[in-house]
């Protein structure tokens, strides 16, 4: 990427000009929610100024032009993630959403006491919880895959783990913590080999790597539209079709229905089984959008700008005496999880945040695998492709001088 394509990137990003405390923001909490581009949010105005009306019902205008801008914005995801159908695709409210609606629906068709599900040490608790209340609910076992001191994923103890009890396994496709890009394919193939489903959480993945789920063979495959330069309260489940219609709808209500007597209610077809009630149709166009901005850009150009702002940080980052970064991984994507000697990582966050630098600080939600590396936590920076080289150094001459007064 040029200094002139990145000049231009950052201008749509009206955001990326606002003063902290008369400091400039220097944004480094992408992995938690990214910013928007004026297009994304142009789109959710003139869905609301001009082309608001509740989708699939209405005869009228209003109605029939929301429907097909809705519609197409589930076939923009579906090239996006290179699904075989469109209706393989469901919106949801996001990623957590979607994993809820897999253990809940998935779980009540095929899963019984003695099963067991398969998740890793580096979940994000939205891959843990609803595996852990599917497993309280049926008397099932929930089997956890290990890392390594790297931070990889120890694929020896994942092949000893799957068994004819395991009824799905569910995977993070990136760590938002370690940033380790895990080998989803060989997890994947894996698992097939003994019949067994995989969903990958892709919320790490979608706004850094090109996804190619019917490559992948991903059974699920989910994530969330904010984490992709997209609005927030929207996600998506991809799932195949034979998977999607073997299973029971997650919510009743309006949309999910084909006939409702006070006997009997047959359910609607993919994708509208899975979507009940009114849909967030301003915002899957939005989300639309900022799929649509993100291949303009390409995910091939934001992988090596990206890897070029990991790379060059990382180096900086050792400069600073006691640096211990947690995550080490080979297959690596932009996001650095670190720690300076015993200095806790919450008042490294709340100093940055004065001089105007946006980290994260904590568990990220992903307390079982702090606990498991005995830390009080991590001071994470996650990079996007709007952010620079200049920004890495402004933000290291600003770390050297919180870690001075916290020493
Ligand atoms: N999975 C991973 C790996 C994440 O990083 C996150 C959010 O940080 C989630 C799931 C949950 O995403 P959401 O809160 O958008 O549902």
Redo the contacts with the bound molecule.
Sequence with gaps: MTNEQLRQIRADFPILTEKIYTKDLIYFDN??TTQKPRCVVERIEEGYYHLNANIHRGVHYLSQKATEAHEAARSTVAEFLHAGKREEIIFTR???EAINLVATSFGEAFCKAGDEVIVSVME?H??IVPWQMLCERKGMRLRVIPINERGELDLEIYKSLLNEHTKIVSI?HVS?VLGTINPVAEIIRLAHEHNVPVLV?G??SVPHIPVNVVELDADFYVF?A??IYGPTGI?VLYGKENLLNAIPPYQGGGEMIQTVTFEKTTYNELPFKFEAGTPDYIGSTALAEALRYVQCIGLDTIAIHEHGLLTYATERLFEIEGMHIIGTAKEKSAVISFLVGTIHPYDIGMLLDKLGIAVRTGHH?AQPLIDSLEIPGTVRVSFAFYNTKGEIDNFIVALKRVVGMLQ
């Design positions: 992995g938690a996001g990623t957590t994000h939205s891959n993070a938002n959480d919320a790490q969330s904010h984490k996600g939600c």
